[in-house]
């Protein structure tokens, strides 16, 4: 028999399942409640860090100027993405999944881009250190110290009736966000969470590939029956 939940899994699984990015249904209009966002980033504080770290930092964006400048990075960025051939995956086919998700998202993230300035809230999740030279043991410890915290702020977003997104585009121009924001050089930014409630009742489990697929048993390749 399994042993009884120690917790309503029901919903937990609908928050684990439901939270999506948020683009389109961004509420632009409508300001987010700075007790919200404190309250969500108490939560993603609860995550793990490699040693127990703990050199992360969000930083929180409301100035309007601050948010155009980011946004026109983000939007600068986004644009080379597009024009470089490199977001359709090419080698996927037609009948795969992705393949057929990705001109909405792409529609979606278009949307984002154009208006990424009118979303009241943008955090940019940041972590002590500089990994682009490092090695894969020092890339995984700190990027896996931040990024846990990371989606956990965005589930603790969406239980409070707000939308959010992962972006990295604006990574492209790190430097100029830095400038822009005071972020110091041994500073890694990781991230750009825009915020804003979010229009209507919920959201839907995503069509993803399923977990047999892609999971391997005692060796890899090899399926469980
Ligand atoms: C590492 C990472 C980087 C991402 N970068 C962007 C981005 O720059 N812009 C964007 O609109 N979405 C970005 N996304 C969101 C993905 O496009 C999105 O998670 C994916 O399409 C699945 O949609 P869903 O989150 O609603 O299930 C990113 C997601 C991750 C995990």
Not at 36 to 63: C, K, M, R, Y
Not at 147 to 157: G, K, N, Q
Request: include cysteine; aromatic fraction near 6%.
């Amino acid at each position: 028999m399994l042993p009884v939940p120690a917790m309503n899994v029901e919903l937990a699984d609908q928050l684990l399942t439901t939270t999506r990015s948020v683009r389109k249904r961004l509420d632009l209009k409508r300001p987010v409640e700075t007790a919200l966002i404190q309250d969500a980033l108490e939560i993603a504080l609860q995550a793990p860090t490699g040693s127990n770290a703990q050199g992360w930092h969000f930083v929180v964006v409301t100035d309007a100027k601050k948010r155009a400048g980011v946004a026109a990075l983000y939007k600068r960025a986004f644009g080379l993405y597009t024009s470089s051939g490199s977001p359709m995956r090419t080698e996927l086919p037609p009948e795969d999944l992705r393949a057929q998700q990705f001109p909405r998202i792409l529609d979606s993230a278009a949307y984002l881009a154009e208006h990424l300035h009118e979303v009241p809230v943008h955090v940019v999740p940041c972590v002590e250190g500089r990994v682009e030279n490092a090695g894969v043991l020092a890339q995984a410890s700190v990027y896996g110290s931040i990024l846990p915290a990371v989606w956990s702020l965005m589930l603790a977003l969406r239980a409070r009736g707000l939308g959010s997104a992962w972006t990295t585009l604006h990574i492209m121009f790190e430097q100029e966000a830095a400038s822009l924001l005071g972020i110091p050089a041994d500073i890694t930014q990781t991230a750009l969470i825009p915020i804003a409630h979010y229009s209507g009742k919920t959201f839907k489990p995503a069509d993803r590939l399923p977990a047999r697929e892609l999971t391997s048993w005692e060796t890899w390749g090899r399926r469980r029956a």
